[in-house]
């Protein structure tokens, strides 16, 4: 098959959620299809990221420059038209051009669009091509829930583009034949009559690279992400200002190290004698090997977390919130520990601290839960099978 595949970003390095998730599906895809790549970029690719990716891409790859000015007539653009700022910032006038061109001569069988802020680019081939939408997760939840969290000034910004947000994804849903999403959590916050049609199609792990090392200590406590991204500005917070101080009335020596790339002012503003702010990792592994046990307190935000994936094939004892379980759906108690407040979240890591014994049982337990149930060559299968279906 001929399959034309649209990303937001360059797939590489794997520093984002949408980054891992297209890179390993490209990896799969790649061995039965012929995969023509069309991405954008906000910043300059380098060499060794597109050595990486071009392998994959039998049928070419094609990278198309975002520049700021740009980027901001865009958007500007878009919020005339009624459309959200988040599409308006990735759409582009002569990508536009260069991907029709594209399509004229590449004349793929398939074509399969990474997020919605990617689906404005084939609004118009709508049932001239078959294309199936990967949702991945719900973007206009994420900015409702953070119009909760933030300043008045800003809860009037958010909510406006969360409701355009909403709009445009109920949208987009009748301009594609499949659908895809990464939870069934996600799936219930899409605002369409057939949003039970969209297909779940998890992310997976690589079981062979995350594997459990030995190494010293040097935190009891890790959390790592894009520390750019709000959720996970959020979380880092509520981890290093609420939850640690609790755990340090047990654990007085207890020490935090939050790793990421791209951390935000009020990341880098949480670094103390307790708090360690790393910024980029080269290999997150060593990240992950040097903590006793890992948080993810997710208050905000959609999708899957990525991060407890990693943390439990590592076998690194892993606490997180309901918000984070309900898209993973690991057994509390068994695969991991679940606890919403800041004291209930203290008190499962003070357990896990205080009971080397229980904290491993439970990490032996995360990784053969995240073996079992996620695989990218099971995914990427439910994938293809969608790609051969027959417009309905």
């Known amino acids: 098959m001929k399959l034309l595949v649209l990303l937001s970003r360059f797939p590489y390095p794997l520093d984002k959620g949408d980054k891992l998730r297209a890179y390993h599906q490209l990896r799969y895809l790649a061995r039965h299809h012929e995969v023509c790549l069309f991405c954008l970029s906000d910043e300059d690719v380098p060499a060794a990221a597109y050595a990486v990716v071009q392998p994959l891409c039998a049928g070419g790859l094609h990278v198309q420059r975002l520049r700021r000015p740009g980027i901001a007539r865009n958007m500007a653009l878009a919020s005339l038209r009624g459309l959200p700022l988040q599409v308006g910032y990735f759409y582009d006038a002569a990508a536009q051009r260069r991907l029709n061109a594209l399509i004229r001569e590449f004349r793929p069988d398939h074509v399969y669009c990474q997020l919605i802020r990617m689906a404005q680019y084939v609004r118009g081939y709508a049932g001239q091509l078959p294309m199936t939408l990967d949702y991945m997760d719900v973007f206009s939840t994420g900015m409702l829930r953070r ?18 947000l909403q709009a445009y994804e109920a949208a987009a849903f009748d301009w594609f034949q499949h659908h895809t999403i990464i939870s069934d959590q996600d799936r219930q916050l899409i605002e369409h009559p057939h949003r039970q049609q969209i ?17 010293e200590k040097t935190h009891d406590l890790l959390f790592c992400g894009n520390m750019n991204y709000h959720p996970n500005v959020d979380a880092a917070e509520f981890l290093a200002l609420e939850i640690l101080p609790l755990v340090r009335r047990a654990h007085p020596a207890a020490r935090l190290l939050v790793a990421g790339t791209s951390p935000a002012p009020r990341v880098r503003a949480l670094a103390s004698e307790a708090v360690t702010i790393s910024g980029w990792v080269e290999d997150i592994r060593d990240a992950y090997a040097a903590a006793r046990v890992f948080v993810a307190p997710m208050r905000v935000g959609t999708g899957l977390q990525n991060k407890l994936l990693e943390a439990m094939a590592m076998e690194l004892p892993c606490v997180t919130t309901p918000l984070a379980n309900n898209a993973l759906h690991g057994h509390p108690g068994q695969d991991l520990l679940v606890a919403e407040s800041a004291a209930e979240l203290a008190d499962s890591i003070s357990l896990l601290l205080t009971e080397p014994g229980a904290a491993a049982r439970l990490a032996a337990q995360g990784r053969v839960f995240v073996q079992q149930h996620y695989d990218w060559q099971a995914s990427t299968n439910q994938l293809e099978a969608l ?3 027959q417009p309905s």
Request: proline share 5%; aromatic share 14%; glycine share 8%.
């Open 147 to 164: 119009a909760e969290q933030c300043r008045w000034a800003e809860q009037r910004l958010f909510r406006h583009e969360g409701r355009r």
């Open 199 to 215: 297909h779940i199609v998890r992310n997976g792990i690589d079981i062979d690279f995350f594997q459990p090392r030995p190494a």
């Open 387 to 389: 790609f051969g279906q």
